[in-house]
């Protein structure tokens, strides 16, 4: 089965100090693989998203991700933490499921708290 | 361009009762994907309905089903609610292709009492 796990349920750093948030992954085949942000009360918004080519994914707000095939980990990063990026992040996989239809797995979602 | 919509944001619901949430995808998207979050069991799939159809389903009760419409909007529909029901449900809005980008609405709040 695809999957992703996410091995932190939360995530402290002080504000200005570079942040993780781990991600790993299981997966048949190359990985569709995808970061979303979710703010207490509201959906999922999209970060980033790895399909194909460079290992170094640039998404919104200045997070980025590194794909790690040897690893099987799509960490989410973050050079200089905000107090506003404190939120759940999901790290999610596009599972297909046949006739065109697919679906997204995510993990159980990571809470980061970013200490002024 | 417009976000994804969904309505209503906050629902109270008694138990045995149905409801009937509705999303309305992005212009021009013709796939529209429902999730359920709840604390315990996180973000799990619904079902997918793309062109008026469903093509894909997750591992819900009967008592969950859908519809889309012809301008794409879709409907989640739950009957005899239960306690468990009370979760956040999301709605997905991607083109159809590939689901290489998918763009989530606010959710609806469902409260179960």
């Known amino acids: 089965a695809q999957s992703v796990a996410q091995p932190e349920d939360q995530v402290n750093v002080a504000e200005g100090n570079p942040l993780t948030v781990k991600c790993t992954y299981s997966?048949?085949?190359?990985?569709?693989l995808f970061w979303y942000v979710q703010y207490p009360n509201r959906g999922l918004q999209f970060l980033l998203k790895y399909i194909t080519g460079d290992n170094l994914v640039k998404g919104s707000y200045g997070f980025e991700a590194e794909f790690n095939k040897s690893q099987t980990s799509f960490h989410l990063k973050k050079p200089s933490a905000l107090v506003s990026d404190s939120a759940l992040y999901f790290c999610?996989?596009?599972?297909?499921?046949?006739?065109?239809?697919?679906?997204?797995?995510f993990g159980k979602g990571t809470k980061l708290s970013v200490i002024p | 361009k417009a976000g994804v919509t969904q309505t209503p944001r906050y629902l109270i619901k008694t138990r045995g009762q149905q409801v009937t949430l509705s999303c309305s995808p992005i212009s021009g998207h013709r796939s529209v994907s429902w999730y359920q979050q709840t604390p315990g069991q996180g973000l799990q799939f619904l079902f997918e309905?793309?062109?008026?159809?469903?093509?894909n389903k997750g591992n819900f009760p009967g008592r969950f089903s859908g519809r889309q419409f012809s301008n794409s909007r879709s409907e989640m529909n739950v009957s005899t609610l239960e306690l468990g029901d009370s979760a956040l449900y999301l709605c997905?809005?991607?083109?159809?292709?590939?689901?290489?980008?998918?763009?989530f609405g606010q959710g609806t709040r469902l409260t179960v009492v």
């Open positions: 999610a996989v596009r599972v297909p499921r046949g006739a065109g239809s697919y679906q997204l797995t």
């Open positions: 997966v048949s085949g190359n990985p569709y």
């Open positions: 309905y793309f062109s008026e159809t469903q093509r």
């Open positions: 997905a809005s991607t083109t159809g292709q590939d689901y290489t980008e998918a763009f």
